[in-house]
């Protein structure tokens, strides 16, 4: 019996197979494949997603770092292109999975590891994002009480004034979180524009008022020779590449509501690496201007704008918190609120999921993790680096490998199917799980692989995805010649009357 619908690149289930998996402990209306109708986002929403995402301080400030060690600025900003590029290659690969088959990020999990097992990197990605939600609420809390005590000396001088911003930000964040996918698409449309703007008359008034682009954009490469660069090059392009990481693996869980896969490709990749590049470059170009205005180089936009008018520094305040709030959102909530609501979809919401996330990223005090650089770079992006990159393997090799992009929708959702493999749990994921993380700590331990350690997200990732793919050759979870058939009703291109009507709510 056939019991998917495949059209237009996009496959759903048939009426009957949604009503009869409606009781099942595996199904609720969050986890559950999006309908056509429901298939809603255009390419616009994606790119204003993640031009929202890209431009925050982090952004701004990237190219700091890679200067700072040597390179100059056309130096820093190639290294920037090219980290994006090479992320936006996982990004685009997960994100077919999503918006084929309507998934979301912890569902697609079970069809690797299984219905139990898909915990494993559901929970492994819930982590980061948690870590991340409370860094990046770090962040703008910082930037807020900064602005505010440098417009209101009152202020600075009220006891635990940080405190009530992190307390007043957090519950700004969570509170649009709770709300939604539906809230983050009119967030992204809000910010995008919004922060663009702000960006581009920044960096008007820093041209104008320093007569030109100031000298760190003349400051020549601190190298002599390829080899010197090459040792800055990889570990900072690694670095890039981390810095999305994260949403390489929980793209589907936006990606399941796009109206085509051409649609969310195009704007993903024209969007991520372009607003990065640009929007770093402009910060060194902000950075080098004040050299001329203020005769020191100010990287951080939040010191820079402390040093305006009261009323420049609310609008810029204003920009900081949308700015914060969106790639918080998109980016750190989502992932964590859906792999809790995956732990037990019948009692726990998306909405109990995010407020769990938001207690948890309270308990994993973002303030130690940026108390210094060391602790941030190394302790952080590296240990999750090591962790990410072979889940993000074996999610490619099951889909695009083994799978060939096929599968039985229904039978994510059943507690018997073909994905619940041995007591939930596929423990040829597993297998390849441990080798992509154990071969990556080798070379922290054995001092002569130590590179295998700072490229840990790269290695991982590979080593993972081969291991994962030999492990799962002939598997019986793996559809047949025909089987794919048999179950999909494959229809032709999507006509007007199908796709117009009242769009259901995410």
């Known amino acids: 019996m056939k019991t998917q619908i495949e059209q237009n690149g996009i496959v759903t289930l048939t009426d009957e197979a949604a009503q009869k998996l409606s009781d099942s402990p595996m199904w609720n209306d969050d986890l559950r494949p999006t309908t056509l109708q429901e298939h809603s986002w255009k390419g616009l929403n994606f790119a204003t997603l993640w031009i929202g995402m890209c431009l925050c301080i982090p952004t701004y400030t990237m190219a700091s770092g890679m200067i700072s060690l040597g390179m100059n600025w056309w130096q820093a900003i190639g290294t920037i292109f090219l980290g994006n590029v090479i992320v936006l290659i996982p990004i685009l690969l997960n994100a077919h999975a999503g918006t084929k088959f309507g998934i979301p990020y912890p569902v697609f999990a079970r069809l690797w590891f299984g219905a139990k097992g898909a915990h494993i990197p ?142 969310q490709m195009v704007a993903q990749a024209s969007s991520l690496p372009i607003t990065m590049t640009i929007f770093s470059f402009i910060g060194i170009a902000v950075t080098s201007a004040t050299v001329v205005i203020f005769g020191q180089a100010i990287w951080d936009p939040v010191q820079l704008l402390a040093k305006f008018p009261p009323l420049v520094i609310f609008l810029g305040t204003v920009v900081i918190v949308i700015s914060s709030l969106t790639i918080n959102v998109g980016a750190n909530i989502v992932a964590p609120a859906r792999a809790i609501e995956n732990l037990h979809p019948k009692r726990i919401t998306f909405g109990i999921g995010v407020l769990i996330t938001g207690v948890f990223a309270i ?141 259901q709510p995410i």
Request: hydrophobic share 50%; with cysteine.
């Open 122 to 263: 559901a929970l492994a990605r819930a982590v980061v994002a948690a870590g991340w939600f409370g860094i990046n609420t770090w962040i703008g809390t910082t930037a807020i009480d900064t602005l505010l005590s440098a417009s209101f000396r009152a202020w600075a001088d009220l006891p635990g004034h940080t405190a009530i911003v992190f307390a007043l930000f957090w519950a700004l964040n969570v509170g649009v979180a709770y709300k939604g996918p539906q809230a983050i698409k009119t967030l992204g449309a809000i910010a995008a524009p919004t922060i663009a703007v702000a960006a581009i008359v920044l960096f008007g008034w820093a041209f104008t008022r320093a007569g030109g682009l100031g000298p760190i954009l003349e400051t020549p490469s601190k190298f002599e020779t390829t080899g010197e660069f090459l040792k800055i090059f990889f570990p900072a392009l690694m670095g890039v590449i981390s810095f999305w990481a994260t949403l390489a693996l929980n793209i589907p869980d936006f990606c399941r509501y796009a109206k085509s896969q051409k649609s």
């Open 363 to 503: 308990m994993m005090q973002p303030w130690y993790i940026m108390s210094n650089f060391g602790n941030y770079i190394f302790g952080w992006l590296g240990t999750y680096g090591a962790l990410l990159g072979p889940i993000d393997g074996i999610a490619i090799a099951d889909y695009w490998l083994v799978r060939r992009r096929k599968m039985v929708l229904k039978e994510l959702y059943e507690p018997g199917g073909r994905y619940n493999y041995s007591s939930g749990f596929n423990k040829n994921g597993v297998y390849a799980l441990i080798c992509g993380i154990a071969v990556p700590i080798l070379g922290l331990m054995i001092s002569g692989l130590h590179f295998i350690w700072e490229n840990a997200l790269a290695f991982g990732l590979i080593i993972s995805m081969g291991i994962y793919a030999y492990l799962m050759k002939d598997d019986k979870s793996v559809l047949r010649e025909g089987e794919y058939e048999k179950i999909t009703n494959i229809k032709g291109p999507v006509t007007e009357e199908v796709v117009v009507g009242k769009e």
